[in-house]
């Protein structure tokens, strides 16, 4: 092993940022082994507590990077995140990785911050409102990077590398050439101390490289259990420090689960071959890993993974078409486990309800896909639980679908039907038929609102809708204004008049509604209620005549 003389040891990282150096492309490393203790055997401990003999608080973090919209995937992991701090008694840490400042989008971080309060997945700290452990932005805590790579370097366990991009793609094509995993050769782990002050008083651009131990790397994974992977057989020595003074993911990643303490890391399982890799840095360090748990993929509908770049899978796509935060919340609960079937007795679970019911024990290792159909399932009975049993969102609710109303129907605002009253009648109507709010506005929808325009169409005699509303208007004729009283007065109607019943019906559609499809005409006559009802019967008799 080289030794770095006293002289170079004291070179860190250029002062000012250089220009972007890339290396070859990161490559998977082969799991030799995945032991997964079965049910009879149990399941590594999952106490919530490190793994010595002090107690020690948990510490959990998401870690997102700031390059584009959070999707559900990246809220899955926010959720599980702050689910396992809040069942026991820990901390919920978001930290911003800003360290690719080639993918680096402006506001990106701001964006995944408000998409986490709207969620009601708020942190405990965070670059905002701060922490003990803060910065909680990467690219504020430059100088504890340059501080901790000078002592990997002193010890021996990183190097300067000076290979060329130029040289880094001749290896990755020589090795697809000959069919095998393109890595790097680790050359520059073989310059002299002599060698390397000379390229450096060259100014010859260079990155820093970790020196990988070549022993099997085994660590338990909470949900996968042991697994091993021999990495160094699979990878080249990874850059830590990029040639344009910033850490790459994986030191800097390292180096701040150090510092803010944090005990648990729940990351996705794509991120689970980089796991050897950063436990060895840990070791490199002599700092203890904190304890790994890598959660199941969520794909699509139709088995393809998740991306940033699918408008339909991104928060922003569920706020805007209606869905409550709890509800995208219960329905990402349904992609991966991680409850108990009690759960699934609680038509319409609350963020309480989900941290009591977490377990990470009862995760499921494979992927799993998304079901659509869930989501408008829990978003109808968050709907309803918020009318039921939450007065201030139930207010909230009204005063949300009259501000739609109104802006939908803005040209109409004369004819709006939109006393609070009518309108919690029709969200009560309206609860099964519909998937969200926004369904309210939707055109087959409009006469709960709008009087239908004038129709002077002489379907039926105009004497005859006139009797058909002074019967209507009176409980003698018609007790119960419910669907089915209404569709056997309306066949019995037509009956005593010689009328079609199919003429009578397109009248009273026309009359109620001016539209021609929607709702039954039973069922509108129900939601407008007997005065609305009859107010709209008359008013197509007197334009008929």
């Known amino acids: 092993m080289n030794v770095i003389s006293g002289s170079l040891r004291k070179t860190c990282l250029p002062v000012g940022l250089l220009s972007s150096l890339r290396t070859s492309p990161a490559v998977g490393c082969v799991r030799l082994y995945c032991d997964k203790p079965s049910s009879e055997t149990g399941k590594p401990s999952v106490s919530g507590k490190a793994s010595s003999s002090n107690e020690q608080e948990v510490r959990v973090r998401f870690a997102p990077s700031p390059t584009g919209h959070m999707h559900l995937g990246g809220l899955r992991t926010a959720l599980y995140n702050y689910l396992y701090a809040k069942a026991h008694g820990g ?18 971080a701001e964006k995944l911050y408000a998409d986490l309060k709207w969620a009601g997945v708020e942190p405990d700290e965070d670059p905002y409102k701060g922490g003990p452990h803060g910065p909680y932005t990467q690219s504020q805590r430059y100088d504890i990077y340059k501080r901790e790579v000078k002592k990997l370097m002193e010890d021996g366990r990183a190097y300067y590398c000076f290979c060329t991009e130029r040289r880094l793609e001749l290896l990755r094509k020589e090795a697809l050439r000959l069919r095998q995993v393109p890595k790097y050769d680790n050359k520059c782990r ?33 949900i996968f259990g042991k697994i091993v992977y021999f990495i160094a057989q699979q990878e080249g020595d990874p850059v830590i420090i990029k040639s344009d003074g910033y850490p790459t993911y994986h030191f800097a990643n390292v180096v701040d689960d150090h510092y803010m303490k944090i005990t648990h890391v729940l990351r996705g399982v794509e991120w689970q071959i980089s796991t050897p890799k950063h436990i060895q840095l840990f070791h490199a360090f002599g700092w203890r890993p904190p304890q790994y748990a890598h959660l199941p993929l969520i794909m699509n509908p139709n088995g393809s993974k998740l991306s940033k770049r699918q408008g339909d899978v991104q928060l922003e796509h569920y706020r805007n078409n209606g869905v409550f935060p709890q509800a995208l919340l219960n329905y990402i609960t349904q992609s991966g486990g991680g409850f108990g079937r009690e759960l699934l007795e609680i ?19 494979n992927s799993s896909r998304l079901n659509p159909e869930l989501l408008k399932h829990f978003n109808r009975a968050e709907i309803r639980y918020k009318l039921e049993n939450d007065p201030e969102a139930a207010e909230r609710i009204v005063r949300e679908v009259t501000e739609m109303v109104r802006k939908e129907f803005s040209k109409e605002v004369k004819n709006l ?27 087959k929808l409009s006469f709960l609102w709008v009087l239908p325009k004038p129709n002077k169409e002489k379907i039926v005699d105009s004497d005859v809708l006139a009797v058909l509303a002074k019967n209507l208007a009176t409980e003698e004729d018609v007790p119960e204004f419910n669907k089915s009283e209404l569709s056997r007065f309306i066949k019995a109607f037509a009956e005593r008049n010689h009328l079609a019943f199919e003429k009578l019906m397109k009248a009273l559609r026309t009359g109620l509604s001016g539209l021609q499809e929607g709702p039954s005409v039973p069922e509108m006559m129900e939601i407008l209620g007997r005065e609305k009802t009859v107010e709209r019967i008359e008013l197509a008799a007197g334009r008929q005549k």
């Open 91 to 108: 901390k919920f840490v978001l930290r911003i990785e800003d360290t690719d400042r080639e993918r680096f989008v402006e506001g990106a």
């Open 417 to 443: 039907q939109l006393n609070p009253e009518h309108v919690r009648d029709v969200l009560s109507w309206s609860l099964p038929r519909i998937d969200s709010l926004q369904d309210l506005v939707k055109n």
């Open 347 to 365: 038509e319409a679970p609350q963020l309480t309800d989900l941290i009591r019911q977490f377990d990470l024990k009862k995760i499921n290792a």
């Open 190 to 222: 073989h310059l002299t101390p002599g060698q390397i002050a000379e390229r450096l008083a060259k100014n010859d651009k260079f990155c820093i490289r970790f020196r990988l131990d070549s022993k099997g790397d085994e660590f338990n994974d909470l």
